[in-house]
């Protein structure tokens, strides 16, 4: 009878326990589903009720246990009740722990869902992560508005850049001899420009800095943007009717000339047989050949007037290739206005140069390795055949050359310029 009430009592004993953790199991499921949905004043009185449930279970627990005295008879079984119960007491504590701990935990958003939550406060506006727009590095830009702001000389242009997705723009002022550019509504150019001194977004294009070119995309060749100094109707007509001056005798003996001195560079050749060898295989071959029979010139006169040359040709080549100073040479070349330095070596010979950012294409006559002063550099040799007049056109057609060698990242800031028939050479410098 004695095992049997123990049986009993801890069969009631296990049943009661299994109701506590599924009760308590149950309650914290409720409670955390509550607080990741909806947290209101309901929320408290709930687990209240789930803390009093597990108050009324102890209280079941504690007359079953009053009960269950009336029963046992000997102190073995009273002493093993005993220690069942006070198991099913620290149950009951731990689990009044874990209510007591969600009861006291912070509440977030009582009385709101949680989409409206802390993080609504928090401001991710997009303009917060846009950058201003920068001019400073020739950037690409479509012209929004243009404004001519006839009291003070200037010109106004709003302009969006047209790598920007944000749709914002920037101010862009042209003053001086810029005011006089050509620019409409939609067109693209291409802008390097300063900031305005405390005024973010506002640019300036002056006679100081600043550069402003209109259809970038459209590549104009140096030569025409030079010649178009002296007379701009010359430069468009040569574009349109080009080769309709092909028969000229003095552009074929200039475009030979510049052949003649480039093989001679090209092969390293500084003795003076060694160019007249040069000239002879020149003369030889089947383009110079089919040159003189398009241009209707005689190769007697031709090839006669190209040997005047090879004097002046080796006299370049000892004096800047060489250094040598023992080799007798004209005046002019040992005159104070002729560039001093030294040539090292041949980088390119017509080097082809294109520059979206500038809107010009050319090729450089020759590209050359220079020392001076224990300074080295890349500069670019612009060649004339004709008189040494260091014209407008010829200068701006270094500084062109140079400007376009430095935008593919070269240091580079003069060029040369050579006039071959007098023997002299200065450098043409930017700025």
């Given at each position: 009878?004695?095992?049997?009430?123990?049986?009993?009592?801890?069969?009631?004993?296990?049943?009661?326990?299994?109701?506590?953790?599924?009760?308590?199991?149950?309650?914290?499921?409720?409670?955390?589903?509550?607080?990741?949905?909806?947290?209101?004043?309901?929320?408290?009185?709930?687990?209240?009720?789930?803390?009093?449930?597990?108050?009324?279970?102890?209280?079941?627990?504690?007359?079953?246990?009053?009960?269950?005295?009336?029963?046992?008879?000997?102190?073995?079984?009273?002493?093993?009740?005993?220690?069942?119960s006070s198991v099913i007491n620290n149950s009951v504590s731990t689990k009044k722990g874990v209510f007591e701990v969600n009861q006291n935990r912070p509440q977030f958003c009582e009385s709101e869902d949680i989409s409206t939550s802390f993080l609504e406060d928090l401001s991710f506006d997009e303009s917060n992560f846009k950058e201003p727009i920068k001019l400073d590095n020739g950037r690409r830009c479509k012209v929004i508005a243009v404004e001519q702001l006839e009291a003070?000389?200037?010109?106004?242009?709003?302009?969006?850049?047209?790598?920007?997705?944000?749709?914002?723009?920037?101010?862009?002022?042209?003053?001086?001899?810029?005011?006089?550019?050509?620019?409409?509504?939609?067109?693209?150019?291409?802008?390097?420009?300063?900031?305005?001194?405390?005024?973010?977004?506002?640019?300036?294009?002056?006679?100081?800095?600043?550069?402003?070119?209109?259809?970038?995309?459209?590549?104009?060749?140096?030569?025409?943007?030079?010649?178009?100094?002296?007379?701009?109707?010359?430069?468009?007509?040569?574009?349109?009717?080009?080769?309709?001056?092909?028969?000229?005798?003095?552009?074929?003996?200039?475009?030979?000339?510049?052949?003649?001195?480039?093989?001679?560079?090209?092969?390293?050749?500084?003795?003076?047989?060694?160019?007249?060898?040069?000239?002879?295989?020149?003369?030889?071959?089947?383009?110079?050949?089919?040159?003189?029979?398009?241009?209707?010139?005689?190769?007697?006169?031709?090839?006669?007037?190209?040997?005047?040359?090879?004097?002046?040709?080796?006299?370049?080549?000892?004096?800047?290739?060489?250094?040598?100073?023992?080799?007798?040479?004209?005046?002019?070349?040992?005159?104070?206005?002729?560039?001093?330095?030294?040539?090292?070596?041949?980088?390119?010979?017509?080097?082809?140069?294109?520059?979206?950012?500038?809107?010009?294409?050319?090729?450089?006559?020759?590209?050359?390795?220079?020392?001076?002063?224990?300074?080295?550099?890349?500069?670019?040799?612009?060649?004339?055949?004709?008189?040494?007049?260091?014209?407008?056109?010829?200068?701006?057609?270094?500084?062109?050359?140079?400007?376009?060698?430095?935008?593919?990242?070269?240091?580079?800031?003069?060029?040369?310029?050579?006039?071959?028939?007098?023997?002299?050479?200065?450098?043409?410098?930017?700025?």
């Open positions: 009878e004695s095992s049997e009430i123990k049986i009993g009592i801890k069969c009631v004993l296990d049943e009661n326990n299994r109701q506590l953790n599924e009760n308590c199991e149950t309650s914290h499921n409720v409670v955390d589903s509550v607080a990741q949905q909806k947290r209101n004043e309901n929320f408290k009185n709930d687990k209240i009720n789930y803390f009093n449930s597990i108050e009324h279970k102890g209280d079941v627990h504690s007359i079953s246990v009053a009960k269950n005295n009336e029963l046992i008879g000997s102190e073995e079984d009273k002493h093993f009740f005993e220690e069942s003070c000389g200037e010109v106004v242009l709003t302009l969006q850049p047209c790598d920007s997705l944000s749709g914002e723009t920037a101010v862009c002022v042209l003053r001086g001899s810029w005011t006089s550019t050509v620019v409409r509504e939609g067109d693209v150019v291409s802008v390097t420009a300063t900031q305005m001194s405390n005024q973010p977004g506002c640019w300036v294009v002056d006679n100081d800095a600043g550069l402003l070119t209109t259809h970038p995309d459209t590549l104009v060749s140096g030569t025409t943007i030079v010649g178009s100094l002296f007379c701009t109707r010359r430069s468009v007509l040569s574009d349109m009717y080009r080769g309709m001056d092909a028969d000229s005798s003095i552009m074929v003996m200039g475009s030979f000339l510049h052949q003649l001195l480039q093989e001679v560079l090209k092969r390293k050749v500084s003795s003076l047989e060694g160019i007249n060898g040069v000239l002879n295989e020149f003369v030889s071959s089947r383009h110079f050949i089919f040159s003189l029979y398009s241009s209707g010139m005689p190769l007697d006169k031709t090839k006669e007037s190209l040997s005047e040359f090879v004097p002046k040709i080796h006299a370049f080549v000892q004096k800047y290739i060489n250094n040598s100073s023992t080799v007798c040479q004209p005046t002019s070349w040992n005159s104070k206005e002729s560039w001093s330095g030294t040539i090292t070596d041949v980088a390119d010979i017509e080097e082809n140069i294109w520059t979206p950012k500038l809107g010009i294409k050319g090729k450089v006559d020759v590209t050359v390795k220079t020392h001076k002063r224990n300074i080295k550099k890349v500069m670019p040799l612009e060649l004339k055949t004709g008189r040494a007049s260091f014209s407008a056109e010829h200068r701006g057609q270094v500084i062109l050359y140079t400007m376009m060698m430095s935008e593919l990242g070269q240091t580079v800031d003069s060029g040369l310029l050579l006039y071959l028939r007098e023997g002299v050479m200065k450098e043409v410098k930017v700025g």
